[in-house]
């Protein structure tokens, strides 16, 4: 699983992208970032019926793919190129309007004239292929001539023939797509052949968070090596930055786009025997969400470092920067919070007291320090270091502040100005707009009882428990938002006294008795639900779900996540047989041997389709655990058993425990699939017992001021979620 670069920001950098194009400078006229914009009510995507393609696949070498989705919507502006980055060479002009990047003409580069030849809104590109080989001894490949005598020989088919890969790269959606395949025996260029092919594809998905308006770099050399075992095996590879969630997160697009490169790819080589997925992070969380949407786009998933879904993650990970600023600065004198792993009984996710800080995260508790001593503070140190900095810090004002992105530099000062930035903004055709023209925001953490079982369990006093929730406040609404202080990060500013890593200026913090808890937009909610961005437990493919066990390295990639998504199949009422959870030690990596007992798990179901994919589940594919030299350490149906599920705690489990996050600590399940909890009166909670074995009852009165509405009942559902997509147990609880 080397592939997948770990992290928010340092995503970008090392994994499908490289180099850096040029800036937008211009909007197409009556661009509007504040149009108004209804939620979505219609019909989930399982349920639609998509139009006909109207585009004739393929693409020949020289030619331009597709720029307008078939059914995703309208195309998205100011959109950033990357297909000179890419190897694509300049966008095309498709305007002299100054609308989008400039294009010179390479004569006016070498004069450095001020004038442009043209410029590109679109970002389009003609179709190239290339041949590359690997050549013996080495790590990366290189592109293939005539001349080349040192290839590293595989055996196809019974025959050593060079390992030769046939790579084309063009434009779909406007997103720049790669097929990859072993050079057939009698090719070219523009006719390539299926001879050495094995029928198998292998759709290459990756991750990170982004927030739109921008194309992605693809790097061609980075989707070669992340599948070389495979390709060297006769499995085809397919990837597009169109379905990198480090450029949008609009499952629609990522749907329409990785459909139009299956049908690039079916119509140069034939349609595959099966069609299996693999990628990590956003990547996987692509995977479930489209076997969930579209079923039969995807016939098998290998999942990796894997989450439910994007938006749900935001529930949890919205409160880790309001409850470091409470740690750091509200109840800073507290020395209880000077210890790291203090902090995790209320966070949930791991904390280290012994973890020693990258780089980046030492910049930021050295910079907050001096800009408290700029202030005449003093801040005490920290000792080790929680998931909440290391690993979430960055993600909030990325994903909820229409001020805020991390490609700036793309665009120009006026371009910048003029638009909103944030995912919630990125993809309002769902979501909506508010009154003042921004997007809609689900998350909501009213009722939420923060460190609810720390209290239970003696870990915290009742008068720290209702300090912390009295205090902890919430997030400002979008229109309420400033620019971010991040000039470590992102150069802007220049006070150190006005650097806030925590982003607390654009926090809810004031109220004489409790600071506001933030009401998520109830039509946003439902809408995340209608519009298939939430994973609902769907699941009728075979996925192994493999990841690293990276707790120890306070990663963002945190085991429970396995889990919150086997939850929702569970209470879906679907097989949680055709879910496999694989974690290994950092050193090994399981993913070739996913992609075995895939086919042969695909194998086994072709020979019985009357029988159901968890029928058919072959031993190669079920629960396991790995140490650092590939052992399976124990697998079975029970070795992931544990506190999840309310079981005794399973060999793997407790080879690989897992921890929690926030909303499980405040009562939540690991399922997270709540938007907006079922409130319940205090004095109700307190008679039901949801405080024992503490009596809360002499802090009511304090209680009820702090919870004016009532406090988070977690043995109902979510009552945001439409009716017609409640689960069974949701169903009963009402």
Request: contains cysteine; glycine residues 10%; charged residues 25%.
């Amino acid at each position: 699983m080397g592939q997948l670069v770990l992290g928010l920001f340092c995503c970008e950098a090392a994994g499908f992208w490289e180099g850096e194009d040029g800036r937008v400078t211009g909007l197409p006229p009556g661009f509007d970032a504040r149009a108004h914009a209804d939620p979505y009510r219609g019909p989930h995507p399982s349920e639609l019926k998509r139009p006909a393609e109207t585009f004739r696949f393929p693409i020949k070498v020289g030619e331009v793919g597709p720029d307008e989705a078939l059914f995703a919507g309208p195309k998205q502006y100011p959109f950033v190129c990357d297909t000179e980055g890419s190897g694509l060479g300049q966008p095309l002009v498709d305007n002299l309007a100054g609308i989008g990047t400039r294009v010179d003409q390479e004569a006016d580069r070498e004069k450095e004239l001020p004038e442009a030849h043209g410029f590109s809104k679109d970002c389009l590109a003609p179709t190239k292929a290339w041949y590359y080989y690997k050549p013996r001894g080495k790590d990366r490949f290189s592109r293939w001539n005539e001349k080349v005598r040192d290839a590293e020989r595989i055996t196809v088919n019974g025959v050593r023939i060079p390992f030769v890969v046939r790579v084309e790269m063009g434009t779909i959606n406007r997103f720049i797509y790669v097929l990859v395949a072993l050079r057939g025996a009698h090719e070219s260029l523009a006719a390539p052949g299926a001879d050495r092919w094995n029928r198998r594809l292998i759709y290459q998905f990756y991750g990170g968070v982004g927030i739109g308006h921008r194309q992605g770099h693809a790097n061609l050399k980075r989707v070669i090596a992340d599948r070389e075992k495979e390709l060297a095996q006769g499995y085809a590879v397919v990837a597009s930055t169109g379905t990198t969630t480090a450029n949008h997160y609009n499952l629609w697009l990522i749907e329409d786009t990785a459909l139009r490169v299956k049908r690039q790819f079916s119509a140069l080589y034939g349609e595959p025997e099966y069609t299996v997925g693999v990628g990590g992070s956003g990547g996987a969380i692509q995977q479930y969400l489209l076997a969930q949407n579209h079923p039969g786009l995807l016939d098998a998933g290998v999942a990796q470092y894997a989450y439910p879904d994007m938006i749900t993650q935001t529930i949890p990970i919205f409160d880790c920067e309001l409850l470091e600023y409470y740690f750091d600065v509200t109840d800073g004198g507290n020395a209880k919070w000077a210890r790291a792993e203090n902090r995790s009984i209320i966070e949930g996710l791991n904390a280290n007291n012994g973890y020693s800080a990258s780089a980046g995260v030492f910049k930021i508790q050295a910079t907050t320090r001096l800009s408290y001593l700029a202030r005449g503070e003093w801040r005490p140190s920290l000792e080790g270091q929680t998931e909440c900095a290391v690993a979430w810090r960055g993600l909030t004002p990325l994903v909820l502040n229409p001020l805020f992105t991390n490609f700036e530099n793309r665009l120009s000062e006026s371009v910048f100005k003029q638009g909103l930035w944030s995912y919630y903004e990125d993809l309002k055709q769902f979501f909506g707009t508010d009154k003042q023209g921004y997007a809609r925001v689900p998350w909501d953490n009213v009722g939420v009882q923060y460190g609810l079982h720390a209290l239970q369990t003696g870990r915290i006093g009742p008068e720290q428990f209702l300090r912390l929730n009295a205090r902890v406040g919430s997030w400002k609404p979008p229109s309420e938002m400033q620019p971010e202080r991040f000039w470590l990060v992102d150069g802007g500013g220049s006070d150190l006294r006005d650097f806030s890593p925590w982003s607390a200026h654009n926090m809810n913090l004031a109220g004489t008795v409790a600071a506001p808890r933030f009401e998520g937009d109830r039509l946003a909610m439902e809408a995340a639900y209608r519009s298939g961005q939430v994973f609902l437990g769907h699941l009728d493919i075979p996925v192994i779900d493999v990841r690293h066990y990276l707790e120890p390295d306070l990663d963002m990639h945190h085991e429970a996540a396995s889990f919150s998504t086997r939850e929702r199949i569970r209470a879906a009422g679907g097989s949680i047989g055709n879910q496999s959870i694989w974690v290994s030690d950092s050193h090994y990596d399981p993913t070739p041997e996913a992609f075995a007992a895939i086919d042969q798990w695909w194998r086994a179901k072709q020979a019985e389709p009357e029988r159901s994919w968890a029928e058919l589940r072959p031993s190669s594919a079920s629960d396991r655990c790995f140490d650092r030299e590939g052992k399976v350490m124990a697998s079975g149906e029970h070795v992931w058993d544990g506190d999840w599920n309310r079981r005794l705690a399973g060999a793997c489990t407790r080879a690989y425990p897992m921890f929690a996050n926030s909303r499980i600590v405040a009562g939540e399940s690991i399922a997270g699939d709540r938007f907006k909890c079922a409130l319940q009166p205090v004095a109700e909670a307190i008679e039901a017992g949801v405080y024992a074995p503490i009596d809360m009852s002499p802090y009511r009165a304090r209680l009820e001021q702090i919870f004016p509405q009532g406090v988070c009942d977690y043995r109902q559902g979510d009552v945001a979620r439409p009716a017609d997509l409640l689960h069974p147990h949701d169903v009963v609880a009402r």
